[in-house]
C-alpha cells in the first residue's frame, strides 16, 4: 500500500545533539512538506519541497535543515539552534493540486532533554 | 499571508446529537481551497471535508457538512448524530489555488463526544 512512513515513532537526545527524523513516501508525490505541532498551536510549516533539489522556507525554519535529493524522502534535521525542539512531528506530501489532498505520516514525538 | 482562526478550543456534545465547528479565515485570494482535518488520539490526520471556494454549494460528506459563506470568510464544520469516534482534534485549514503550496492551519478544537 502506499504511503508515508515516519521514523522513528519516539526520539529522545541530549540537548545540545543534532538529530534528523525520516520522511519516506512511496505516492510518486512531488510536494513534501514538515510541520511542527505544539499543544494549542495547531500545526505550523517548518520547511516545504515542491521538487527535488528545491526546498522552501516555512513560518518557523530557524533551527532546522532539510534536504530532498531523492523524489522519495525529505529528512529534517533538528539542530541544536533549536531552542524549543521537543514537539511532535509531522511529515506530509501531495501531488499536483487540489485533487490530491495532503497524505500524512503518523508522526515522530521527539523529545529533548 | 493568509491566517485561520478557530475561536473554539474545546467544544463537548452528547452521543446522537449536533455538533458545529467554526472557522475564520482571512486572504486577499479570490480563489482557494478550505479544508477539516480531524486527528483523534492517535494522532493521524485524517481528512474529513474540502471546500473549493467558488464552489456556492455547500460540501457534505456523509455526516459531516459545511457551511461556507466566502464573503464573510466563514467556514464551519458540522457534525450530525455524533458518535464516540468523533472525538478528535479537529484543523481548519487554508490553501491557495496554485500548484502544491502549502496547507495554512488554524490551531485546532478539542472535540469529546459523551455518551
Known amino acids: 500500500d502506499g504511503g508515508i512512513t515516519q521514523s522513528p515513532k519516539y526520539l529522545f537526545r541530549k540537548e545540545g545533539q543534532n538529530v534528523t527524523l525520516s520522511c519516506e513516501q512511496n505516492?510518486?508525490?512531488?510536494?513534501m512538506y514538515w510541520y511542527r505541532q505544539d499543544p494549542g498551536q495547531g500545526l505550523r510549516l517548518i520547511y516545504y519541497?515542491?521538487?527535488?533539489?528545491?526546498?522552501q522556507k516555512g513560518d518557523i525554519a530557524e533551527g532546522y535543515s532539510v534536504s530532498r535529493e531523492k523524489k522519495e524522502s525529505f529528512p529534517l534535521t533538528v539542530t541544536s539552534a533549536q531552542k524549543n525542539p521537543t514537539a511532535f512531528y509531522l511529515c506530509?506530501?501531495?501531488?499536483?493540486?487540489?485533487?490530491?489532498?495532503?497524505?500524512f505520516g503518523n508522526g515522530t514525538r521527539l523529545t529533548v532533554t | 499571508a493568509q491566517t485561520v482562526t478557530q475561536s473554539q478550543p474545546e467544544m463537548s456534545v452528547q452521543e446522537a446529537e449536533t455538533v458545529t465547528l467554526s472557522c475564520t479565515y482571512d486572504?486577499?485570494?479570490?480563489?482557494?481551497?478550505l479544508f477539516w482535518y480531524k486527528q483523534p488520539p492517535s494522532r493521524q490526520m485524517i481528512l474529513v471535508i474540502r471546500q473549493e471556494a467558488y464552489k456556492q454549494q455547500n460540501a457534505t460528506e456523509n455526516r459531516f457538512s459545511v457551511n461556507f459563506q466566502k464573503a464573510a470568510k466563514s467556514f464551519s464544520l458540522k457534525i450530525s448524530d455524533s458518535q464516540l469516534g468523533d472525538t478528535a482534534m479537529y484543523f481548519c485549514a487554508f490553501m491557495k489555488n496554485s500548484g502544491n503550496t502549502p496547507l495554512v492551519f488554524g490551531k485546532g478544537t478539542r472535540l469529546s463526544v459523551i455518551a
Open positions: 506530509a506530501s501531495s501531488g499536483q493540486g487540489y485533487n490530491s489532498p495532503l497524505h
Open positions: 519541497s515542491q521538487i527535488v533539489n528545491d526546498f
Open positions: 486572504t486577499s485570494e479570490s480563489n482557494y481551497y
Open positions: 505516492l510518486n508525490h512531488d510536494a
